[in-house]
């Protein structure tokens, strides 16, 4: 029923509500992320032998948690650090899967121009903790999609339920590094998806449509008895105080 409720959620979304909120021009990956490493490099080396030794030292329920969260990009990862089922609550469910559309559209972008390959396709001797689709793109792993999902949607709820921010934060980021775990992404990957995620983040709660969203989603968590902090004053075009 949870997920039944998420996806209910996502499909209330209005058409093109993900393309409409942040304008392809105005949220370029080129204009906010470093280029990866180069093929080769010593950088690339380094990161190809820190996914041997984190291979080497995953038990299996290390890589049993990698492949959930792997096959899990809903907001109900964030239900424990939250303390409350997301599903329950459509407005913050709706908001939340605007964030995973706009993402989803982002990202593919930003994984076009920079067009690096991932890790088992670098070394076939590496496994990843769900399987590879026949066929599939092996030039995607720049940025993650996942660290991006997760820092974007992250730095949402932790806006608006600041008491439990460094417990939103924190499964964000180890729902990041289990993209390391599962072999699926080098470290820059990753870094660059809590990178993109977060000013994507921050580049939507300064569209008027979204800051919308979250009003709603606000109302609703004062309702269900859940403290929330006030709507945050916009900083984009806040002009400098005089010293």
Same mark, same amino acid.
């Given at each position: 029923m949870r997920h039944l409720l998420l996806v209910s959620a996502l499909c209330l979304l209005p058409m093109g509500a993900s393309a409409g909120m942040l304008?392809?021009?105005?949220?370029?990956?080129?204009?906010?992320?470093?280029?990866?490493p180069s093929a080769g490099s010593p950088e690339a080396d380094a990161e190809l032998t820190e996914l041997h030794t984190i291979a080497a030292h995953?038990?299996?329920?290390?890589?049993?948690?990698?492949?959930?969260?792997?096959?899990?990009?809903?907001?109900?990862i964030f239900n424990a650090a939250v303390g409350f089922d997301i599903a329950t609550m459509p407005e913050t469910g709706r908001l939340l899967a605007s964030v995973g559309a706009e993402e989803e559209d982002d990202t593919r972008a930003a994984k076009r121009y920079f067009h690096r390959p991932r890790p088992y396709a670098v070394d076939p001797a590496l496994k990843t903790c769900t399987p590879v689709k026949p066929g599939g793109k092996a030039d995607n792993s720049y940025p993650s999609g996942h660290a991006t999902r997760?820092? @974007?949607?992250?730095?949402? %709820?932790?806006?608006?339920?600041? /008491?439990? &921010?460094?417990?939103?934060?924190a499964r964000a980021e180890d729902y990041a590094?289990?993209?390391?775990?599962?072999?699926?992404?080098?470290?820059?990957?990753?870094?660059?998806?809590?990178?993109?995620?977060?000013?994507?983040?921050?580049?939507?709660?300064?569209?008027?449509?979204?800051?919308?969203?979250?009003? @709603?989603?606000?109302?609703? %968590?004062?309702?269900?008895?859940? /403290?929330? &902090?006030?709507?945050?004053?916009?900083?984009?075009?806040r002009k400098p105080t005089e010293k």
């Open positions: 304008p392809p021009h105005a949220f370029d990956a080129a204009h906010f992320l470093p280029p990866p995953s038990t299996p329920d290390m890589l049993a948690a990698a492949a959930r969260d792997a096959r899990d990009e809903t907001p109900d997760a820092f @974007a949607m992250g730095v949402i %709820l932790a806006s608006l339920v600041p /008491d439990r &921010a460094q417990a939103i934060l590094q289990n993209r390391l775990v599962c072999g699926m992404h080098f470290r820059s990957d990753i870094v660059a998806g809590q990178q993109f995620g977060t000013v994507l983040a921050l580049r939507l709660m300064e569209t008027d449509p979204f800051r919308a969203r979250m009003e @709603a989603a606000r109302a609703e %968590l004062r309702t269900a008895g859940i /403290d929330v &902090a006030a709507p945050p004053q916009s900083s984009w075009n």
